[in-house]
């Protein structure tokens, strides 16, 4: 089989797995009207039509899955020796691509990039930060940086990092002109800064337990942001109750510039795990990644 006929099957199997070319395409790094002429040129070779395409949908043919049936098994098989012939450098090598928040990205990622590097010189990081929850396989990401309430049932999740709580802050300020809440329904009487976890629609409502039974608290107020930094920073100036991880708030907690409250409601939760596909063979790059952070 010359080179260009797999790379035609390869691109068959693409489009036949996402079931839509602009996914595809980005899944093999080529522009959907190249992946387009890829296909018609298959389709030709071979005398028959493979994919049925309308303007919305992309639906496979009987002769294309009896061909997805035969040859995505010998794809995957070839893949799995090509990348066991790689592990056997000396030295992990190839491209990670790894998700992670901005508040995972700050706390676990960043602060350790100079020693990952020095350890694995030849791994090239692509390093997305983003806040909105994402399918890893559709989006194309190895792996993804998620806390413990987030993850997949068919995701292989390694915890890193200690748990994590989330706490509500006013400045003193706040306090003393508007009091504080003693208990989370409290928080309806006062000026809540809220935030739109991105990727999704609904305003996220605050979470707190209570005899190890936790609720949601929807709030209101004043401000609405997409980022808690800048919730956090509205806090500072007294525009109102933010809430966040303790990680973030810490700092300004012990320099008198933010107060705690409803602590008692606030118990830890799982915190960050690396989270990556399950199957049966993972990339040397991808395994050395998951080990350092997870030791790291």
């Known amino acids: 089989m010359r080179g260009s006929e797999f790379a035609e099957l ?9 079931g839509n070319f602009a996914r595809a395409a980005a899944e093999l790094r080529i522009s959907p009207s190249t992946l387009s002429q890829t296909i018609r040129e298959l389709e030709e070779r071979l005398g028959v039509r493979l994919l049925n395409r309308t303007t919305r949908s992309v639906s496979i043919t009987e002769p294309g899955q009896r061909l997805l049936s035969r040859f995505k098994p010998a794809m995957e098989e070839m893949q799995s020796a090509v990348a066991d012939a790689r592990n056997l450098r000396d030295r992990p090598a190839g491209t990670v691509r790894l998700q992670a928040s901005r508040s995972a990205s700050a706390v676990l990622v960043e602060p350790r990039l100079g020693r990952f590097f020095e350890t694995y010189p030849d791994i090239i990081l692509d390093l997305t930060i983003d806040d909105a929850i994402t399918n890893i396989v559709a989006a194309g990401f190895d792996v993804s940086i998620r806390i413990g309430e987030l993850l997949e049932q068919d995701m292989v999740a390694v915890k890193i990092g200690e748990d994590i709580r989330q706490l509500a802050v006013a400045s003193p ?16 009487k006062h000026r809540c800064i809220n935030w739109r976890w991105p990727g999704r629609g609904g305003l996220y409502n605050w979470e707190f337990a209570e005899n190890g039974r936790w609720f949601s608290v929807a709030v209101n107020g004043p401000l609405i942001v997409s980022h808690r930094d800048a919730a956090l920073s509205a806090a500072l100036q007294g525009v109102g109750i933010a809430f966040w991880g303790e990680y973030a708030v810490r700092p300004s907690i012990e320099a008198g510039k933010l107060v705690p409250l409803l602590e008692e409601f606030s118990p830890a939760f799982p915190g960050w795990h690396l989270c990556y596909p399950k199957q049966r063979h993972t990339s040397a790059p991808v395994r050395a990644l998951v080990d350092f952070f997870r030791h790291g």
């Open 10 to 18: 390869r691109a068959f199997v693409a489009v036949a797995e996402q």
């Open 173 to 188: 300020e706040y306090i003393v002109r508007h009091g504080a809440p003693q208990v989370p329904a409290d928080l309806h």
